[in-house]
């Protein structure tokens, strides 16, 4: 099974609500990642976390906060975003070495208002 | 640092047609490559990769790539393009560390295929 999940699909939120977006992987990778993605695009990675520990946090904002509960879970945590935060935001999972396949899951479509 | 280039943001074929992507990388050492789809409102998925076996490398859906040192190119081909195949392409670099596998991506190629 090479299938990562996110939940949820869409999410429409305030920018004073506080969410929180869900990756799940069965696969026994022991390295997971969160990109945020927008139109027209490519990926741009936001944090990596190699076995179970926050190894890369591409300069993000501290609005978006990540937590890694075990090996196959990960979460983003949302609080106070802006409008120019709604993208599409990609879970992906691999083992970490350089040759690894990543697996992306579909993707939480996030829309701030 | 890697870097990846696509040559055409937009590419339109006729279906049937030659399917040609181009890529071309950057990097300090051998390198690692993979080609991902995206079709609309989805996640990325993996065509194929090279890892340094094989130069010919053949993947999903009829796609295959060559792996060119000489011209630091990752070219996508499909011989016979298909509806189906109307899409968002990436090539993507793998960059060395030990903090997971990290992936540069190219800027993207949009595959249009005209019946």
């Known amino acids: 099974d090479t299938e990562v999940t996110q939940t949820p699909k869409h999410l429409v939120m305030g920018m004073t609500n506080k969410k929180s977006l869900k990756c799940e992987q069965h696969?026994?990778?022991?390295?997971m990642y969160w990109y945020k993605q927008k139109a027209k695009k490519p990926p741009e990675l936001m944090f990596v976390?190699?076995?179970?520990?926050?190894?890369i946090n591409e300069s993000v904002p501290s609005r978006f906060s990540p937590e890694c509960p075990n090996s196959s879970l990960l979460n983003l945590h949302l609080h106070a975003l802006q409008p120019e935060d709604s993208a599409l935001y990609l879970c992906?999972?691999?083992?970490?070495?350089?040759?690894?396949?990543?697996?992306f899951g579909p993707g939480t479509r996030l829309l701030v208002l | 640092a890697q870097s990846v280039t696509q040559l055409g943001s937009h590419v339109s074929v006729s279906e049937g047609a030659l399917v040609l992507l181009r890529c071309n990388y950057s990097s300090s050492v051998p390198p690692y490559l993979f080609w991902y789809v995206q079709y609309p409102n989805q996640g990325l998925q993996l065509l194929l990769k090279?890892?340094?076996?094989?130069?010919l490398v053949k993947g999903i859906n009829g796609f295959e790539a060559e792996f060119k040192k000489s011209e630091t190119s990752f070219h996508l081909t499909k011989p016979s393009a298909h509806m189906s195949d109307a899409a968002e392409y990436f090539c993507a670099v793998s960059e060395s560390g030990n903090a997971g596998n990290m992936l540069t991506f190219g800027g993207g190629t949009r595959l249009m295929v005209k019946p």
């Open positions: 090279y890892t340094s076996a094989a130069t």
């Open positions: 992906a999972s691999s083992n970490p070495r350089r040759q690894e396949t990543q697996y």
């Open positions: 976390y190699s076995y179970e520990k926050l190894s």
């Open positions: 696969m026994g990778h022991r390295a």
